[in-house]
């Protein structure tokens, strides 16, 4: 068994929706198993320190921030934004007195940190997330007890939809009877799991929009980037228009995971406004998918994916694609091994 | 040490009660450490599948059953009652995607199933629990949290009745003053621990049913087989009369302990009809003997039951040697170990 | 790493206030990780016997006392106050039956035992708690998740009162401003951790008590004496008056600290009689100090404190001394490591 460490760590990952921390305080987050606080400074960018104090290891965010200094809450010891002891209340602060901070920028709307080394640090690589500005997107977050590769094998392979959300939002069978899926790589290092479906009835919430009788094509591409910052686009043309005569707009929707933990996900997404939307996502992440992905937790007892030998479907193209990049990465950030 | 493997596996173990399984439905459960699927098949045989698809390892009992054929709730896989992949909705049936199966088969109610070498697995071996046939016996189950070594400690030494069930349905006495002890083995595997006591006044229920003053001869003989399946027999006759005057009819439950993991198992027994026999179950088996199992365990902290070295008392005697068959059985399974 | 043992065994620790055991029945408690059972005797003396069972390693506090014997609940074993085993229903009484003893004597209401070598047991080495006699003082008892040494930590260095207690009973900032700290040893084998506060603006408290206008000198000694069995003096008197004119009586309160386990403390204190003073230790106990300590915890997650190198400041210098002191004691009972 090649030891691969618990996360990548030269990438870009999702901390937080910005509007998730409250103005002058600041959110206390466990990512990749350590707690970290985040706060925004005076001049509106952003700081990330790890939530603990050099001292006897308390939480920084039970303590208070005085402009764009922290305040330890147990003996007084304060921290400026690049992690420097600033203020000691008994003495000069002392020299070796830090704490760790990570590179985080803002981009539309989530705050993106990067917790490996800082210098290869490059915002130019943030996955592109544009489309969810814009007032008709609520951002939402959730937590999940399952570990994000679990749940991204769960978004990286769409025919489940068939069978866990045939009541909610199934593609009422045409995944099945004419779904053609293809997986494939584009230049941003995203992987693309996709299925099309030409010529099909339209599902129900599509009738109302199209002629008596007419068909359509239909698509759901999900890109994922590593570690799993996935975005579903969805589209819905009248059949051989060549995706001409959309009959909605094309609709892109954020699903991106990051590790609380090796065994919990933070989960931020985007929903449509209103009570119906919120009890509908409420309804498919939290009774369909997440216990189904628990079930599959619990099925591999914390083996390793690949020693506990799954069954690889074609169906699984994407996800086994998306789990061996990450895979490749872990080792590569591995210290060589002896041979 | 020896290292000894968790179970036995060339033994029948009980799963379940047929009348617990609903009817064209499966029960899941967890047996020796592992999630199994019981169902009765279309032609009135038992089938017994691992609870868990190959594919993403969620539960099979997630999903639902057609017919003989059983359906991951997932991505909709299909198994039949020998394991075999049967249906894939998204092309063929990969050869090589099957789930295991065990032996099962109902005798008197019970369902007995075979985890070790199906080839060896010969019906004719289940203990006999013919007894337990007939509307006067309701069929109970429950599950506690403690190895099922400790719950057979408890049952193979029947003195503890003097001092925990002293208030429920203590022997009053007799057991301590009269009861002779003796411990023997029969030709069909079994370990009899036998409490036996003559000439004793009767205890309160008994009183009703003799002649004032007059006197009773009382016996208590625990059967084990290998694992824990254990039946208990009780007679109580008019002393003197070399036990052919039977005060009331001879009784037999069964006491059928199976693993559900190396701390907890499940318990199969039966009591009379009526509210009044059910809270008796109740108040003995969970106020009375479970605590005192929970100490037992919390005592031992995990440690080996010889390593620990505990006081081995005389009328430790049937415990003792039941104990030491299973450590043989064990040994026996174990891989040949170095010199 | 040098492997220390997770606690010193020849020190006398304390198991319990005397009125918390009940009259003519007794009190289990796990201490140093291991349950044990105290009584006392007819003779008004004090027993501390293992609580656990030779025989199937049951809790004797499952049972019954009878006299100055302590009968097992589960097969009838009785115990007397030295271990031996004096009873056994089922015939004589094993001579290698029997359970560990400690010594455990009462002083000033506490019941003090010695986990160690008997035969060091010296009770003149009892720690002076004298001061708690008398009415004024109710004695109280609360459980903290956290380890012993990180509480100890919390009470040898009395800075954190400006910022986790600043509502509660805050020095208002004088500690701050003018506070004086020294650690000296005493002849007892005491680390007395002292702050002394010269010519202050008296605290709310104390203005009552003195004239408008008027100036104090305050002092807060914490005394140590290992393991974590602490005594806090505090004065007020006028200032400039070397202490003569005491505003209010010199007070003396306990903290004694005792290991449940290495994650789980028990902590004796005395405060005065009322509802208010009740409420005062439930609000600076529970809310204030403990979340802060198990944060402390959770920020050390596991690893040996020297290991995770914390920051070490000037204020830190007595708890750092009785770590030290701590340290080598649990050294010094170490099996001599190879060279």
Partial sequence: MVSDAAFVRNLWYMAAWAEEVPENGFLSRTLLGERWLLFRCGDGTWAMLADRCPHRFAALSRGARVGDVVHCGYHGLGFDRTGNCVHNPFGGAPPSARVLTLPVVERHGGLWFWPGDA????????????FVEGPEHVRGYLRMEANYEFIADNLMDL???????RESFGTNGSLLERGVHTVQADATGAIWNNWDIADAVPPDWVRPMVPEGARIDQ??????HAPASMALHIGVARAGTRRTAMVVPAMANPHILTPES???THYFYTREPGDQAAEMVRR?????????IASVQEGFAGRDFWEARPLILPSDAGAIRARRRLMQLRRAEAPAAAA
Same sequence: chains 1, 2, 3.
Avoid at 159 to 165: D, G, K, M, R
């Fill in 119 to 130: 210098e290869r640090a490059n915002a130019e690589t943030i996955p592109d997330f544009a």
């Fill in 159 to 165: 025919s489940h939809a068939e069978f866990i959300h």
């Fill in 219 to 224: 698509w759901l591409h999900m890109r994922w």
């Fill in 262 to 264: 090796t065994a919990s």
């Fill in 284 to 292: 498919v992440f939290e009774q369909e998918d997440e216990p189904m």
